[in-house]
T-cell receptor, first 114, second 115 residues
Framework: AQSVTQLDSHVSVSEGTPVLLRCNYSSSYSPSLFWYVQHPNKGLQLLLKYTSAATLVKGINGFEAEFKKSETSFHLTKPSAHMSDAAEYFCVVSLSGGSYIPTFGRGTSLIVHP | DAGVTQSPTHLIKTRGQQVTLRCSPKSGHDTVSWYQQALGQGPQFIFQYYEEEERQRGNFPDRFSGHQFPNYSSELNVNALLLGDSALYLC??????????????FGPGTRLLVL
C-alpha cells in the first residue's frame, strides 16, 4: 500500500523569499516520487522526479526536492519565490517495480505576495 | 511536437446520461492513464491502458470504462452519470516501463458538469 500526505493545504510567502512545500509518503516498496504544478485552468506540469538515483533532485524553474528515506519525506523547495510560482502543487508517489497506481496528495496552494 | 490533447474542453450532461471523453497521447507515447479531479482535490487514478488493454485500475465502479485504439489514442466512457461525477477529467500519457515509475505528461483536461 502507498499513500502521500501534503502537510500544508496553503502556503503563503512574499516574493523573493524561500519556498518550502512539505510532503511525506508511505510505501511498502522503493518509491518513485514526483512533484507536479497546476496553474489555474491548465493541466499538470512535471516539476521533478525521484527514482532512486541522487537523493537531491533538481527540477524546472529553480525548484528542487530532497528524498529522505529515514524521514519518509520529499519536500519541495525554491530559494526565491516569484509571482509566477503561485499555483497548486501536488506530490505523487508510485512504486518502482511491479504493478502500481500513482497516488496524488491533496495539493498545496502556494500564494505569493508582492 | 504536440503534447497531450483532450476533447471536448467542457461538457454539460444530466443525470443518467452517458458521456465519452477523448485523449490523444504525446507523440511517441504508448500508454494512456485517466484521472478524475474533483474540485479542491488531487487527481484520482481511474485506469491505465497499454497495448489496447486495461493495465491497472483504481477504485472506480464499472460505470467507468475505457478503450485504447491502435494509434494509442483513448476514450473514457461514463454511464449512468451521477451528480458526483462532476469533475475535471485528466488524461496523461507515458512510455511504458516494466520497472514502473513512468513520467506522465498531462493534458489540459475535460471539465464535466452533471446537472
Amino acid at each position: 500500500a502507498q499513500s502521500v500526505t501534503q502537510l500544508d493545504s496553503h502556503v503563503s510567502v512574499s516574493e523573493g523569499t524561500p519556498v518550502l512545500l512539505r510532503c511525506n509518503y508511505s510505501s511498502s516498496y522503493s518509491p518513485s516520487l514526483f512533484w507536479y504544478v497546476q496553474h489555474p485552468n491548465k493541466g499538470l506540469q512535471l516539476l521533478l522526479k525521484y527514482t532512486s538515483a541522487a537523493t537531491l533532485v533538481k527540477g524546472i524553474n529553480g525548484f528542487e526536492a530532497e528524498f529522505k528515506k529515514s524521514e519518509t519525506s520529499f519536500h519541495l523547495t525554491k530559494p526565491s519565490a516569484h509571482m509566477s510560482d503561485a499555483a497548486e502543487y501536488f506530490c505523487v508517489v508510485s512504486l518502482s517495480g511491479g504493478s502500481y497506481i500513482p497516488t496524488f496528495g491533496r495539493g498545496t496552494s502556494l500564494i505569493v505576495h508582492p | 511536437d504536440a503534447g497531450v490533447t483532450q476533447s471536448p474542453t467542457h461538457l454539460i450532461k444530466t443525470r443518467g446520461q452517458q458521456v465519452t471523453l477523448r485523449c490523444s497521447p504525446k507523440s511517441g507515447h504508448d500508454t494512456v492513464s485517466w484521472y478524475q479531479q474533483a474540485l479542491g482535490q488531487g487527481p484520482q487514478f481511474i485506469f491505465q491502458y497499454y497495448e489496447e488493454e486495461e493495465r491497472q485500475r483504481g477504485n472506480f465502479p464499472d460505470r467507468f470504462s475505457g478503450h485504447q485504439f491502435p494509434n494509442y489514442s483513448s476514450e473514457l466512457n461514463v454511464n449512468a452519470l451521477l451528480l458526483g461525477d462532476s469533475a475535471l477529467y485528466l488524461c496523461a500519457s507515458s512510455l511504458v516501463s516494466l520497472a514502473g515509475g513512468e513520467t506522465q505528461y498531462f493534458g489540459p483536461g475535460t471539465r464535466l458538469l452533471v446537472l
